[in-house]
């Protein structure tokens, strides 16, 4: 696993969507950022928003399975170079549900800087797999730790904040490090997925259900 500095896990890196009496299982998401921003996220913060209807679908495609769904909480808005303050939130956030749930299967779900820091965390032994939304891939993001588990990037080729032809590249070293990924190009929607929203939606949430469905 390629591991980031943590720092003790802070309660507040784990916002709690849904969560069953006794979970099985559990969705961590993962909301997006800006390449740099050394200060809290603002109040109003779009991003986060954006994140909140694929809570929902996920919610609704595995109501009934006892699965757990929760948000990562920053302390930063920007990734921030080496700090990769977004992988270590989401680290922080996968020790905190650990402490809540036991060893459960986890699924990531995350768009943008947030599908970056969930590749970036998908080592963690407890993850099944990654669901990435418009992912922030630079040409340099390891792979290594990703062997055996289940990726799918998902990337409008027209968007214009993240690089759709980085996703496939990611793929193709993922695959070659042991992976079961797979590049989907959707239709439309941008890198804010606003256009054509019910199909990411629906998308992303019967990817995250089949991977909870498969050991």
Known sequence: MTRCRTRRADPTA?????TPVEPTAAVLLLHGGRAEGPEPP???????????????AVTRAVRGRGVLVAEVRYRHRGWNGAR???????E???????????????VLLGHSMGGRAALRVAGDPAVRGVVA????????EPVEHLGGRRLYLLHDERDRVTSAR???EFV???RAAGADAAGIP????????????DLWHRRAAELTASLLAHG
């Not at 956030?93 to 060893?103: D, S």
């Not at 939304?133 to 340099?140: K, Q, R, V």
């Not at 959707?186 to 929203?197: E, I």
């Open 166 to 168: 980085q996703s496939w």
């Open 92 to 106: 922080a956030a996968l020790a905190l549900l650990r402490e809540r749930t036991g060893p459960v299967p986890v």
């Open 42 to 56: 603002p109040a109003l913060n779009l991003p986060a928003l954006r994140i909140r209807p694929f809570a929902t």
């Open 133 to 140: 939304l418009a992912p922030w891939c630079p040409a340099d």
């Open 186 to 197: 959707m239709p439309t929607g941008g890198h804010a997925m606003l256009r054509g929203a």
């Open 172 to 174: 193709r070293r993922a």
């Open 14 to 18: 784990l916002l709690v969507r849904s």
């Open 84 to 90: 990769a303050d977004a992988a270590r939130d989401a």
